[in-house]
């Protein structure tokens, strides 16, 4: 059972490491097969908002993009070509790291510097789509960690529930444990019923 923790704060307060919490909860009986942090590769990445488009000089495939961070304009050279000035997209600045020890930095790409790279999900590591750069929800707040915006961020315990602890097969169960464990109070979901008028 995949366990985020945020969802078990919901629940029980979760003050500590989640190595701490796997420990614990493997002390308890339940085996915490894993730790999962889905955005972990990822570093670097921010929410960047296009703010210009004009075609590179020295190539027609290729487009130069001005994109505000919040903080600075920064000149992208891109090859995608699915996006729209106003549009939030996932900016990888200088010294990011992506998945596959990938390091982005500035470089000079036919005769104009690119100050990074705007992503496509594959780059990011989160599906085979490479179509074009990923555009993000147009309240996402700039120079906000992509993996934040997109709940990357998480840590998810994978626990192994054994047949003879049905109690545990749930969130509520799962935050009973933590209690238990940690001395806690468990904070119960509001189950009230309104009825139809």
């Known amino acids: 059972m995949l366990v985020p923790l945020t969802w078990l704060a919901d629940y029980v307060e979760v003050d500590r490491q989640p190595e701490t919490v796997a420990?614990?909860?493997?002390?308890?009986?339940l085996k915490v097969e894993a730790i999962h942090r889905p955005g972990a590769d990822i570093e670097g990445v921010v929410v960047g908002e296009v703010v210009t488009i004009?075609?590179?000089?020295?190539?027609?495939?290729?487009?130069?993009?001005?994109?505000?961070?919040?903080?600075?304009v920064l000149h992208i050279v891109c090859g995608a070509h699915n996006y729209r000035v106003g549009d939030k997209v996932a900016l990888a600045l200088p010294g990011a790291h992506?998945?596959?020890?990938?390091?982005?930095?500035?470089?000079?790409?036919?005769?104009?510097?690119?100050?990074?790279?705007?992503c496509s999900a594959r780059e990011l590591g989160l599906n085979d789509d490479h179509s074009g750069i990923m555009i993000l929800p147009p309240e996402?707040?700039?120079?906000?960690?992509?993996?934040?915006?997109?709940?990357?961020?998480?840590v998810i315990l994978d626990v192994e529930v054994t047949t003879n602890r049905p109690d545990a097969m749930s969130l509520l169960g799962i935050a009973?444990?933590?209690?238990?464990?940690?001395?806690?109070?468990?904070?119960?979901?509001?189950?009230?019923?309104?009825?139809?008028a």
Do not use: Y
């Not at 998945?99 to 990074?116: A, K, N, W, Y």
């Open 23 to 29: 420990d614990g909860l493997t002390s308890a009986g």
């Open 98 to 118: 992506l998945p596959g020890d990938v390091v982005i930095q500035s470089t000079r790409i036919r005769g104009e510097v690119s100050e990074g790279m705007l």
């Open 140 to 154: 996402s707040p700039l120079r906000t960690e992509v993996t934040k915006v997109l709940g990357l961020d998480e």
């Open 54 to 72: 004009t075609p590179h000089p020295n190539a027609d495939k290729l487009a130069l993009v001005d994109v505000n961070t919040g903080l600075a």
């Open 176 to 196: 009973r444990e933590v209690a238990a464990i940690n001395g806690g109070q468990v904070k119960q979901p509001d189950t009230t019923i309104t009825p139809a």
